[in-house]
């Protein structure tokens, strides 16, 4: 099992001019849920999991600083791998910057999450 995470263009409202959800898409990515306890740790596990709907631009702190633990802590980490080999601290740091980088290109992008 695991979570998926996209980001879409805001789309315009041909009556109002208001953003519309549902745009192109502009990323998106998985990664299994066995990296929970390393999301909760890095303090990112409502950026990831609980974000759908809203602007990446409103969780670029969180992301920043959960790659920050992550970096400077990254041993602590690889005590929550998964034992089963699917969620370890090797691949979840690599996949969180490539997130938090997406999100930082994509400050008006919407998130649709999906699990």
């Known amino acids: ?5 996209t980001l879409e263009s805001p789309m315009k409202c041909p009556h109002c001019g208001g953003d519309l959800h549902g745009g192109q898409e502009l990323f998106s ?16 596990f409502d950026a990831i999991y609980e974000s759908d709907g809203k602007r990446a631009s409103d969780y670029i702190e969180a992301l920043r600083a959960g790659v920050a633990d ?5 041993p602590e980490y690889e005590k929550l791998n998964s034992p089963n080999g699917w969620g370890l ?16 290109n994509n400050l008006d992008g919407y998130i649709r999450v999906s699990r």
């Not at 299994?32 to 990112?44: C, E, Y």
């Not at 992550?70 to 990254?74: C, D, H, L, V």
């Not at 601290?89 to 930082?104: I, M, T």
Request: charged share 25%.
């Open 89 to 104: 601290a090797e691949d979840a740091l690599p996949w969180l910057r490539k997130v938090l980088a997406a999100f930082e």
């Open 70 to 74: 992550f970096e400077k802590n990254y």
């Open 29 to 44: 990515a998985n990664i299994t849920h066995n990296v929970i306890p390393m999301w909760r740790k890095a303090g990112v």
């Open 1 to 5: 099992m695991s979570v998926d995470i």
